[in-house]
């Protein structure tokens, strides 16, 4: 965060469909459990999702678009290059992390943007956070984990469809056969 903005201007700037980014991005924990707070006594209802969100495509504005939908204010945790790279693999991500915030920033409805670190415990978002909604894919978590989140760090978990036809993962594919063949020729 850069300065310091008076409180009532720094939430009214969340509000606004501008990008704000510089209000809209909290890289700290402790922070953001103070502003979910703030948020939720404003009697909003805090949702919370999060991703890679490598090369933003129309499934990741869809799923955004959904999130927001389940209540007042979206929180998104953007997995840092270290965590994408683990998870996905030495060439991922294709967008570096500061882009893909900014990115995600843009999104409608989209109030908070954090990073998520390596280093950071299991569900330490969810912990900060202690969304009324935490959204989630269905590969994300178990029953039994479900049942944990559900009883200790949120109302609820709601899982959703992947949506889109297309992953990042497979245009990459595609992009680098196509280059592939091209060298080829």
């Not at 978590?141 to 993962?169: F, G, H, K, N, P």
């Amino acid at each position: 965060m850069t300065g310091n903005p008076e409180p009532g201007r720094l939430y009214s700037d969340l509000f606004q469909d501008a990008s704000h980014f510089e209000e809209r991005f909290v890289d700290d924990l402790e922070r953001l459990a103070a502003m979910s707070s703030a948020l939720k006594t404003l009697g909003l209802r805090v949702v919370l999702t999060s991703g890679s969100f490598d090369m933003i495509h129309e499934g990741h504005s869809r799923y955004l678009e959904h999130a927001r939908s389940l209540g007042g204010f979206l929180i998104v945790g953007v997995d840092s290059d270290e965590k994408v790279r683990r998870r996905k693999g030495p060439s991922r991500p294709a967008v570096p992390e500061m882009e893909r915030l900014r990115m995600v920033t843009h999104q409608r409805g989209v109030g908070i943007v954090t990073l998520k670190h390596v280093e950071h415990e299991q569900w330490a978002l969810i912990k900060a956070v202690r969304p009324g909604v935490l959204v989630a894919t269905a590969d994300t978590y178990t029953a039994e984990e479900v049942a944990r989140l559900e009883a200790e760090y949120c109302d609820r978990v709601v899982v959703l469809d992947r949506m889109s036809t297309v992953s990042t993962s497979a245009r990459l594919r595609l992009i680098h056969l196509e280059n592939s063949a091209g060298l080829e020729s």
